[in-house]
């Protein structure tokens, strides 16, 4: 028993020994709130930011390029960015401690909720919406005339796969998760989906913005825009997805970056033609070749930057992989944390977006 008061003396030494390093650790793996506090307020931040280089991002591409999160970041705040082409690996380096923030799709947002039992993120806030089409050859006028037709999807059970499954159910017909059915579905690259439609080796493609503009230019056609199938023709495309940790250790480096997106968002909407050129020229830093601006153009009417993420898109996105058994049910109380969205909307004369 002797030995005890030694122990709590090493203990409290200890502590003071690593200081502010401590708390910051506490807040990190969901300490206290007074942890998360003092962790919340101590000195320079490093924010590690994902985004994928297309126009579905266009807020974080137009965000990077123009400096304006750094600008709403401060001094502060140091900004790294890593930039992805599909959500698992986003997800992944999210989970890994790699990446704090990410902007992401609706799928690989409930993957993430899921598979940390609702613990590892937060959605908060919106970037886009739409920007998502079904693309056939010109032959085909009908859904009927799908039937023993193969259609590409980016990924089995990502957003858009799981939008045209579902769609073909409402339609009656048929799919398999290895490719059978009445119509075959043919999970593949959206690069690799432009060439497969172009030789005939596929009859069609449910994908995102460029890649609907380049089929079409390609000699297809928009048999549905996924605008249509949706309330008010507004479905999430991109969230803004934060590690909790981070959120929890961070705040205030959270809010600046939600400044951030906000501000990205009205640069865009209210600049287009400089938000076009800037999504060129950042594509252009980072895979050696300027995306066509003609491209952007034609691709940019179909999709719209809004900081409401849209939540009930989302859920309803979740209840038709389930209706397609390719996901089991989730409960997705706690997904949302809006509060510093609302703050900074209410601060430019915004309306607020509603707490799901």
Known sequence: MRRLPLRRLATLAALAAVGAATLGTTAACGGDEDGDAAAGGSGPVTLR??????????????GVEKGIFKEKLGGDVTLETKTFNAGPAAIEAVFSGALDATYIGP????NAFSKSKGEAVRVVSGAASGGVALVVKPTITSVEQLRGKKIATPQLGNTQDVAL??????????????????????PQENAQTVETFGS????????PEPFVSRLV??????????????????????????STKFLKAHPDAV???????????EFVNTKPDEAQQAISDHIG??????????????????????????????????????????????????????????????ANGKPEVTQP
């Open 165 to 186: 499954r579902y769609w073909l159910k409402e339609k009656g017909l048929t799919t398999t998760k290895e490719g059978g059915g009445d119509v075959k579905v043919v």
């Open 217 to 242: 230019n390609a000699g297809g056609k928009v048999l549905v825009d996924e605008r249509d199938l949706w309330p008010d023709k507004k479905f999430v495309i991109t969230n803004l997805l934060v």
């Open 49 to 62: 930011l994902g985004y994928f280089p297309n126009i579905t991002h266009a807020p974080a591409v137009v």
């Open 285 to 346: 830093k980072i895979t050696g070749k300027p995306l066509d601006l003609k491209l952007i153009k034609q691709a940019w009417p179909t999709l719209e930057f809004t900081n409401d993420p849209i939540a009930s898109s989302l859920k309803t996105g979740l209840d038709h992989a389930v209706a397609v058994e390719l996901t089991q049910p989730v409960d997705l109380k706690g997904l949302y944390d809006l509060k510093y969205l609302n703050e900074v909307l209410k």
């Open 200 to 207: 005939g080796a596929i009859d069609g493609a449910w994908v």
């Open 255 to 265: 809010k600046k970056l939600v400044e951030g997106q906000v501000a990205a968002n």
């Open 107 to 110: 799928n690989p947002t409930v």
